[in-house]
């Protein structure tokens, strides 16, 4: 059995042409049962799509990886009835382990478009219980997941891939989190109703800051701002002041030329405060704060030039931890590629293990006419030392042939080795008649014969 | 016998400078549990001397040393453990290994004075080492704090922006350090002045080098507290200040404990 993925992605494909294959918008569920319906080329039952903003992947256990891809390929046109020819370009597939690699460094964060964003391991879990949902995992996928799952938990605590903001909403909230502790109970202004300054304030507000007021020189769009953004308050531009006095971060965000805050202004505003620091976060182009405003005592003025340094820094940082990330990946994927391996072998171990137990079987039966003339006692005795006996001489002549063919590293020699294990013991002739063989509670002796 | 914990504080140390170098969990359980040991084998050894003189060894300079070495590192490991930041070990280290070097390189006085004891002079001399452990703190917490400071302020966010707690922290446990160094301060003095009332002993008036760099402490702790609440001098200013404190305290304790006094070595 192999592993297929066939995918779009940010890397291959324009938004455009990722938001009109976007699976989320009709449910992932139903595209899972709407494919498994097909029952497409061969394939064994085992799907699960990942569907993010940035990425429409399906990954499939199937027996023939060539018509599979074909046949998903129509599934995704005809499903969100774009033509195949306009898909097709963008699609990658790949198979086997590289498929299993490719998934672990999404779940990693290393395929994302910034790298190391702790987004995706959620969303490649929801993938997998929504292939759950739909009963579409299997064996295969359900280890390929979790195996997937260890090496995001792996590269979050053992690497900084993704440690420091990369945005500047994120860059301003950890700066406010280093300077005050956490952003509970603290108060936020916003200077300016636009929007730059309410997507700043939301996600302060998300942070669970006290209370966020508006202020701006048009009292009407403070109040609309203030209410898009949800629980916030608006005030007039002439009590700023006072606002400002019981602030702690202020983000200014006007559209006016000339610096609205001097440092003089800031200065006087500072003095009832007690010492008490502020932090200003002025993202205004051209800027609304004077810039020797930061020289003031508690004072901490940073300008969207200073935030978006710090995302490149801490980009850069990112950067540098990828090889660390990659070498978790490469570990996971060996212990993967193991268990993969081990299962290929499977069956011929089942089948030999079942052959050896229906000879042991067999034998014992034949004895129990032997041991029929016995007492009872003795009988009983006896027939569970023979069965002990018997039982370990298999399990010892069992053993290494187990461990060696577990332990075969290339499939191709693998397949050599069931290939000739079932043919010299036998096996397939066997195999028919399994069902019968283990039935537990058979007590008449067998004709000879039927063993090999 | 004190060179013992002066070499686990040293594994203590590069312990401590690992964790900030490579911030892993192990890292992190290896410089406290090296800490604790420095610790323990001190505690063990303050004991031992307690058991041969009878008494808590703080009737000279040098056993004195050794003892607040002793309540820096472990009101150190009671802040660690309790707030769990692990950052500030890399700064406190290098004072107890230089201060609990003196105690470990030069020999203590086996004969004591016969007017040191009684449980006023125990209050006293306890007392006021369990401030000066507490300010010791207070300064290095300070340090950090001006080091973070500084990175915020300039806006080059580094190695302490990565690795210490923020500044809201550092200048809380400062202040919390400050009060009760401020409060125990306050108790050795006053026992300090009513055990020498009672025990006539002679000369122990503000000329003393000794008690008058304490008093000055005394008013520099006092203001600095009075500072933060009353004018807004929180933050980089009481950093300052607790360096500025401690620096006298550091003075007092070792220069003149050891060259300047006559009267009041103990």
């Avoid at chain 1, 966020?212 to 005030?235: D, K, L, P, Q, Y």
């Avoid at chain 1, 001097?262 to 006087?268: F, L, Q, R």
């Avoid at chain 2, 007392?127 to 080091?147: K, R």
Wanted: hydrophobic fraction near 50%; charge should be neutral; charged fraction near 20%.
């Amino acid at each position: 059995m192999h592993l297929l993925l066939v995918g779009i992605s940010h890397k291959t494909a324009p938004i455009d042409l990722r938001e009109r294959v976007d699976f989320q918008a009709r449910g992932v569920e139903l595209a899972l049962r709407t494919l498994a319906a097909r029952k497409a080329g061969g394939h064994a039952g085992e799907l699960a799509l990942l569907s993010t903003c940035n990425r429409a992947e399906l990954y499939m256990a199937c027996d023939d990886p060539a018509s599979a891809k074909s046949e998903l390929t129509s599934f995704v046109s005809t499903f969100h009835d774009v033509d195949a020819a306009v898909i097709e370009p963008h699609l990658y597939d790949i198979t086997d382990l590289e498929a299993a690699r490719h998934l672990f460094r999404v779940a990693a964060g290393l395929d994302s478009l910034v790298v190391g964003e702790p987004q995706i391991l959620g969303q490649v879990k929801e993938a997998h219980s929504a292939a759950r949902q739909a009963e579409t995992a299997g064996p295969l996928l359900n280890r390929l997941f979790h195996a997937c799952f260890a090496v995001g938990k792996r590269v979050r605590t053992e690497t900084n891939l993704g440690s420091g903001a990369v945005s500047i909403g994120y860059a301003a909230v950890n700066l406010a989190k280093k300077i005050f502790g956490g952003l509970e109970g603290r108060n936020v202004v916003v200077l300016g109703a636009g929007e730059m300054g309410k997507l700043t304030a939301q996600h302060m507000k998300s942070q669970g800051v006290r209370q966020v007021t508006i202020v701006s020189r048009t009292m009407a769009h403070a109040a609309r701002t203030a209410e898009a953004i949800g629980g916030a308050t608006a005030a007039r531009w002439e009590d700023m002041d006072a606002a400002l006095s019981a602030s702690d971060i202020v983000i200014t965000a006007t559209g006016a030329a000339t610096p609205i805050l001097t440092k003089a202004h800031i200065e006087s505003v500072m003095r009832p405060r007690r010492g008490a620091p502020l932090f200003i976060i002025d993202i205004a182009v051209p800027r609304d704060v004077e810039a020797a405003a930061g020289e003031l005592e508690q004072v901490f003025l940073y300008n969207i030039d200073d935030l978006q340094a710090s995302v490149r820094e801490n980009l850069a940082r990112r950067a540098n931890e990828v090889a660390r990330a990659e070498a978790i990946v490469d570990d996971e994927l060996a212990k993967f590629a193991m268990w993969l391996r081990a299962r290929g072998v499977i069956p011929t171990v089942v089948a030999l293990r079942q052959s050896f137990e229906s000879i042991r079987r067999a034998e014992v039966d034949r004895l129990e006419f032997k041991l029929s003339g016995l007492p009872a006692e003795i009988r009983d005795d006896a027939r569970a030392r023979v069965d002990e006996i018997t039982h370990l001489l298999v399990e010892k002549l069992l053993l290494t042939p187990t461990e060696q063919l577990k332990s075969l590293s290339d499939p191709e020699t693998a397949a050599m080795y069931a290939e000739a294990i079932t043919r010299v013991f036998g096996l397939d002739e066997a195999e028919q008649k399994t069902d019968s063989r283990v039935e537990p509670f058979r007590v008449r002796p067998r004709p000879s014969g039927r063993q090999r | 016998m004190n060179i013992i914990p002066l070499v686990l504080y040293f594994c203590a140390f590069v312990g401590y400078s690992l964790h900030f170098a490579r911030r892993t969990p192990v890292s992190a359980r290896l410089a406290t549990t090296m800490l604790a040991a420095a610790t323990l084998a001190h505690t063990f050894i303050i004991g031992m001397r307690t058991m041969q003189v009878g008494q808590v060894p703080v009737f000279d300079p040098t056993s004195a040393i050794s003892m607040f070495v002793w309540l820096l590192a472990v009101a150190y490991l009671y802040t660690e453990v309790t707030t769990d930041e692990r950052a500030m070990g890399v700064f406190i280290l290098p004072l107890i290994l230089a201060l609990q070097a003196i105690p470990a390189f030069k020999a203590m006085p086996e004969v004591r004075s016969s007017v040191l004891q009684g449980p006023l002079f125990g209050i006293h001399v306890s007392s006021l080492l369990f401030a000066y452990a507490s300010f010791a703190l207070a300064f290095v917490i300070g340090i950090t704090y001006v080091l973070l400071f500084k990175e915020i302020k300039t806006k080059h966010l580094g190695v302490f922006y990565a690795r210490l707690p923020s500044l809201q922290v550092l200048d809380q446990m400062n202040q919390r350090a400050i009060v009760v160094g401020w409060v125990f301060l306050t108790i050795g003095l006053v026992a300090g002045f009513v055990f020498a009332l009672e025990a006539h002993v002679p000369a122990m008036s503000i000329e003393d080098p000794k008690i008058f760099v304490a008093l000055v402490s005394w008013v520099v702790y006092s203001f600095e507290l009075f500072a933060a609440r009353r004018i807004g001098w929180a933050g980089r200013k009481a950093a300052y200040l607790s360096a500025v404190g401690f620096a006298i305290v550091l003075l007092n304790f070792t220069a003149i404990s050891y060259f300047l006094t006559s009267s009041h070595k103990f």
